[in-house]
């Protein structure tokens, strides 16, 4: 290591206040920066002073890591994205969004990834060079995607200013892609190069203004395990949001953050705020919206009418932002609604009131007194009810932005598979033309109060029934697809508990509960993504359970969400042979040392989705074999086995549904307006006593 190298040490544990300077070191035990006084310097007459209310943590022995491995639903973005060359996840990207509605999967998610990705090797690259003190003569490209610095070839010496520029410019890649999906790049950081987690801190060391710097060593300063309470500061996303930065992004995170500390009320305003902000940033209707989406009336014809292959500019590209925050704020509403569950109900039994040893003055105490205590469980049920149809109501919108079609012919998607095959290679291929007539529904209108016309009978019967009736019957033409999006499968479980809380009718709840496992059961994420595990199904099913009879859906809801019972499960080997065809063409491709160099690290998940040897045919067989399938749904049984099923959400609405009596309005009837009272003077006046 060089001299210059050894005197630049990452700010990964010093924390930024709102003005730049730097804080305390007591930061790193386990104090928001926020809540401590900056560093002392020698004119300051508040040294001591300030000294006196600084409380000093032990130091914490447990795990360090980067904050933004803390995120939730990490584990929904894992998929074949991260190890696929640029160049055919761009391709991915532009067939997908080409394809016939309802597209495999959201576009816009998948042009976010793809973004992501370019931008974070492009900031790994910078990083790297940086890092390496000496100017590259020579960079490389490995696996089509943005040019890496060559190890074997140098140049000049770097200096100190042309580092701090190239540092700034990976941070401004890394800024970036953290506004576009901080959850999806989050997972894509997690396996880049180690010299990303110093870099923020790094141009922060030099230039303290940098926001695209703080921004990025907010969720790269490394902090204690499960400590991101004690150890975070709101000051960096504070400045970003007071200097009109990329408010709605700084908003989104500072939200987040707010979720982890339980500042529920301060999480919903944020978001709001930053959901005014975006909806106003994009004047183009989302690409789903419903003046574009085609309901039962209008069936989408592929024949003349369909156009040609559309390579959208970067600009004109969907933005899944207003979705996440939908998603988000949905979130928050059913967390705060189930927090107040508890406070609908008596803390303790009612003890003996001193009325009854024979004081009627404590008596008429006492009853008004317990009258209080149910007028304020009845205000808090009617708040748990509000709060469910806020949060049912995000989540609507958040489904309304992908499609569902019942009748997609299998022919669309063996050319979506081709395509993307054949593109691979390098080969164009023209798109086909389909006369038949398909339905595509926004996912929203299948959960409306009457269901739409054209759907396909549901499986209720055993796995064993469904499977014969499947194998008894010629193969079908069309399949049920629907567009998939990594946190769809939490928002749909999620939208159940929303009805369980608002005491939706049983009838109506058990349709819910059907559309549900039949959408769940088409949910697969190929060729971009893997089927993610949702915490809010395993909630739904604790309940369903600890509740035994009080929903009758025929079977087990894992049955009921199972993959082989569908009709159009050959549809979705299809897709599945697609992404290993991928992954086997890269790994391929790939194999020699120069680019096994540059490759991202693995996790144990998607190590089998690149493994050559999986034969694509027996992706999806009619038997579940979870062992060796690489596309497997999360729920296998031996993944499920050490999943904490039983959570506060789990307790409070099955407490809910137990005891809770139905019948509580969620508004208030409208009273009429009294008639005024005629007085007695009034009456008298009125008289003729004349006549």
């Known amino acids: 290591m060089t001299k210059s190298s050894k005197q630049e040490r990452p700010l990964s544990n010093i924390k930024l206040g709102s003005d730049g300077d730097a804080s305390s070191p007591t930061k790193k035990m386990g104090t928001p920066s926020d809540k401590l006084p900056p560093s002392p310097t020698p004119s300051t007459n508040k040294g001591p002073k300030l000294e006196k209310d600084v409380s000093v943590t032990p130091p914490s022995t447990g795990l360090i890591i980067s904050r933004h491995k803390h995120w939730r639903h990490i584990s929904a973005f894992h998929g074949p994205w991260l190890q696929l060359p640029i160049k055919i996840l761009e391709i991915i990207a532009h067939k997908n969004y080409n394809a016939p509605r309802p597209r495999p999967v959201d576009p816009a998610v998948v042009f976010d990834v793809l973004k992501i990705r370019k931008a974070v090797d492009e900031a790994t690259n910078f990083a790297v060079v940086a890092a390496s003190d000496l100017a590259p003569s020579t960079f490389v490209n490995v696996n089509g995607g943005a040019q890496k610095f060559d190890p074997f070839s140098h140049g000049a010496k770097l200096s100190g200013e042309r580092k701090l520029r190239i540092r700034a410019l990976a941070c401004q890649k890394l800024a970036h892609a953290y506004r576009l999906d901080e959850i999806a790049c989050s997972v894509a950081t997690m396996q880049g190069a180690s010299a990303l987690e110093e870099v923020g801190g790094l141009v922060l060391q030099r230039n303290r203004d940098d926001l695209n710097a703080k921004y990025v060593h907010f969720f790269h300063e490394k902090i204690p395990s499960k400590q991101l309470v004690e150890t975070t500061s709101l000051s960096p996303l504070t400045d970003m949001i007071e200097s009109a930065h990329y408010q709605a992004e ?182 086909k033309s389909f006369e038949q007539r398909h339905i595509v529904y926004r996912l929203s209108d299948l959960f409306a109060a009457v269901p739409p016309p054209h759907l396909p009978p549901q499986e209720t019967g055993t796995q064993d029934e469904a499977r014969n009736a499947v194998q008894n019957d010629p193969e079908p033409d069309t399949s049920e697809e629907v567009t998939y999006h990594p946190l769809l499968t939490e928002a749909l479980h999620s939208l159940l508990l929303c009805h369980c809380l608002l005491q939706t009718s049983v009838k109506e709840l058990q349709r819910h509960a059907y559309m549900v496992a039949r959408l769940v059961r088409l949910c ?31 079977s087990t809801w894992e049955v009921l969400c199972d993959h082989a019972p569908l009709d159009g499960s050959a549809a979705n080997d299809l897709l599945s042979a697609a992404a290993a065809s991928l992954l086997r063409e890269t790994d391929a491709g790939t194999s020699s040392p120069d680019n096994q160099r540059g490759r991202p690290l693995e996790t144990s998940s998607q190590a089998g989705a690149v493994d050559p040897t999986v034969n694509p045919v027996h992706l999806r067989s009619s038997t579940p074999s979870y062992k060796h399938d690489p596309f497997r749904h999360w729920n296998s049984n031996d993944e499920t086995k050490n999943f904490p099923f039983l959570t506060d959400r789990t307790i409070a609405i099955v407490r809910w549904i137990q005891e809770v009596p139905v019948g509580i309005r969620t508004a208030k009837k409208k009273r009429r307006p009294r008639k005024a009272r005629v007085t007695v003077e009034a009456d008298m006046s009125r008289l003729d006593l004349n006549g």
């Open 524 to 554: 697969h994420g190929c060729p971009v993504f893997l089927a993610a595990r949702a915490p809010a199904r395993s909630d739904w099913e604790e309940v369903l359970r600890r509740t035994k009879d009080w929903l009758p859906l025929g």
């Open 250 to 431: 700084a908003l989104r995170t500072r939200a987040a953050v707010k979720v982890f500390r339980h500042e529920f009320d301060g999480a919903i305003k944020d978001l709001t705020a930053a959901l005014a902000l975006a909806l106003q940033r994009h004047h183009v209707p989302p690409h789903n919206s419903s003046q574009n989406h085609l309901g039962p009336e209008k069936t989408q014809k592929h024949g003349k009418e369909r156009n040609k292959d559309i390579l959208l500019p970067e600009e004109d590209q969907p933005s899944g932002l207003v979705a996440q925050l939908f998603f988000q704020r949905a979130s928050v509403n059913i967390t705060m609604a189930c927090q107040h569950v508890d406070s609908c109900f008596d803390p303790s039994p009612p003890q003996k009131s001193q009325g009854e040893n024979g004081n009627p003055n404590t008596a008429l105490k006492g009853i008004s007194e317990t009258q209080d205590v149910s007028n304020e469980r009845f205000e808090n049920r009617r708040l748990v009810k509000t709060l469910a149809k806020r949060a049912l109501k995000d989540y609507t919108s958040f489904l309304s932005y992908f499609d569902y079609s019942p009748n997609l012919p299998t022919a669309a998607l063996c050319e979506f598979r081709d395509r993307v095959a054949h593109a691979a290679k390098g080969i164009g291929k023209h798109c």
